[in-house]
């Protein structure tokens, strides 16, 4: 059928071409005299093919007609497939998007800044806190300890949270949403990188024994053991800090404390003079930015400063370069996402 239809859609094709050469060659002719006067009055080229098309059209008007239908009829059935099937359907998943964004945005924000606020104090008081060993690991770890390890996995149960909610959508299809995915990477990114602040004299810290990183997929495990869905009303939850305490000290939950293990890497036995130290003033300069995006008027937070004095000329140049990356890597198409967003607000 297709077949068919084609050859008798070039038949037409070909023969209007050829009337329409046809008819060409006899109007360059019977109208030799108006050309040469039209050439003498200065008109332009364009008043000859003017009247060619004209006098074509009244000559073979059926033909036209076919083909400007045939014409239409392609751009109204693309038009109709763009604006009732592709638009309406990426519009829906935009708004999907928004939608669960909006949702998780304010547990997310809130456990991001007490994940801020606990880093901002293991800096400050980065002496009270070794001398004391605070962050001593051991059979029996203390209260700072675990609800260091406690903030940081419920910032990860969140962000789990939001990525498996919104796993058959894409986080950066909506420009509103894109920022706010890139922050959350980036702020994992701190944290599971091996090479920041690496000394290329010392590769010791790549070794999976004495690293002070997390895997990207261990934050990922981390973020999973910490939430659950809530049988009552189906809603995705993040454990509380006396049911996290009952799972790490319950003997038969080593799965729980073995992946906790891994995030504890991070700060525990923390010293100053440590890489992780400066990985961890990083976070923090990456969190308050983070926070600082969400919350500009900082109406649910408080207003925080970086620690730049800890890190470095190098360190500190390596971090703002991934944040200007981050502030500035938008799309080339933000101003036509903008307008499909404004759309269904």
């Given at each position: ?155 990860l149960g969140w962000v789990e949270i939001l990525r498996s909610t919104v796993v058959c959508l ?176």
């Amino acid at each position: 059928m297709k077949v068919v239809f084609i050859t008798a859609l070039y038949s037409v094709l070909t023969t209007t071409v050829d009337l329409g050469i046809a008819k060409f060659n006899s109007l360059e002719t019977s109208f030799a005299p108006l050309h040469s006067t039209m050439l003498g009055s200065n008109q332009s080229v364009s008043s000859n093919l003017i009247t060619w098309f004209n006098y074509s059209f009244q000559s073979n008007s059926v033909m036209w007609l076919l083909i400007s239908s045939f014409l239409g009829g392609i751009i109204g059935a693309s038009s109709k497939f763009i604006f009732e099937i592709i638009l309406p359907s990426q519009l829906k998943e935009k708004k999907e998007v928004v939608v669960i964004a909006r949702k998780y945005s304010i547990p997310i924000l809130v456990s991001a800044e007490a994940l801020r606020n606990r880093l901002d104090n293991m800096i400050r008081l980065h002496e009270t806190i070794e001398e004391n060993g605070w962050l001593s690991y051991n059979e029996t770890p203390g209260y700072y300890y675990l609800s260091t390890l406690f903030l940081a996995g419920r910032f990860l149960g969140w962000v789990e949270i939001l990525r498996s909610t919104v796993v058959c959508l894409d986080l950066s299809s909506v420009q509103q949403t894109r920022k706010f995915g890139r922050y959350l990477s980036s702020i994992e990114s701190i944290l599971s990188d091996p090479q920041l602040f690496l000394d290329l004299s010392d590769t010791s810290s790549l070794k999976g024994s004495d690293r002070d990183w997390c895997y990207s997929y261990e934050l990922s495990a981390i973020g999973e053991i910490m939430s659950f869905r809530d049988s009552s009303n189906n809603e995705h939850r993040v454990y509380g800090f006396a049911a996290f305490k009952e799972l790490i000290k319950n003997p038969e939950k080593l799965a729980f404390r073995d992946w906790l293990d891994c995030l504890s890497k991070l700060f525990r036995n923390l010293k100053y003079d440590e890489p992780r130290f400066k990985r961890l003033v990083a976070a923090h300069a990456i969190l308050t930015l983070f926070i600082n995006h969400m919350d500009p008027k900082h109406i649910r937070t408080k207003k925080r400063s970086c620690y730049w004095e800890y890190l470095n000329a190098d360190q500190k140049a390596e971090v703002e370069s991934r944040i200007e990356l981050l502030e500035n890597n938008l799309s080339a198409l933000g101003w036509l996402e903008s307008f499909f967003d404004f759309l269904w607000k």
